[in-house]
């Protein structure tokens, strides 16, 4: 029984970091919240320039969480071993 989950669990490690589903849900993610925040705001306060306000910052934020994840996304582990070779640590962590 073991093995086949831990199979399943590795095939999901080896899946990309970054794909297209990401972005389809940031943007309406951010979008719905931050709408929702801003029309609970308006009609709890009695103004109306919040609900647009939370649109748009809904909008800025999924944007903003796409470029994190799929610009400054690491792209394999050969970058962490040079950046612990530049560290001063070997792949085995020892001290060169």
């Given at each position: 029984?073991?093995?086949?989950?831990?199979?399943?669990?590795?095939?999901?490690?080896?899946m990309p970091t970054s794909n297209g589903s990401h972005i389809v849900g940031y943007l309406p993610a951010g979008v719905v919240v931050w709408g929702g925040i801003g029309i609970l705001l308006d009609s709890w306060l009695g103004t109306s320039f919040l609900t647009p306000a939370g649109l748009v910052l809904g909008w800025v934020l999924g944007c903003y969480l796409t470029y994190i994840r799929v610009v400054r996304t690491p792209r394999s582990d050969s970058a962490d071993a040079q950046t612990e070779v530049h560290a001063g640590m070997g792949r085995e962590g020892k001290s060169l």
């Amino acid at each position: 029984m073991d093995q086949g989950s831990g199979s399943k669990s590795q095939s999901l490690s080896a899946m990309p970091t970054s794909n297209g589903s990401h972005i389809v849900g940031y943007l309406p993610a951010g979008v719905v919240v931050w709408g929702g925040i801003g029309i609970l705001l308006d009609s709890w306060l009695g103004t109306s320039f919040l609900t647009p306000a939370g649109l748009v910052l809904g909008w800025v934020l999924g944007c903003y969480l796409t470029y994190i994840r799929v610009v400054r996304t690491p792209r394999s582990d050969s970058a962490d071993a040079q950046t612990e070779v530049h560290a001063g640590m070997g792949r085995e962590g020892k001290s060169l």
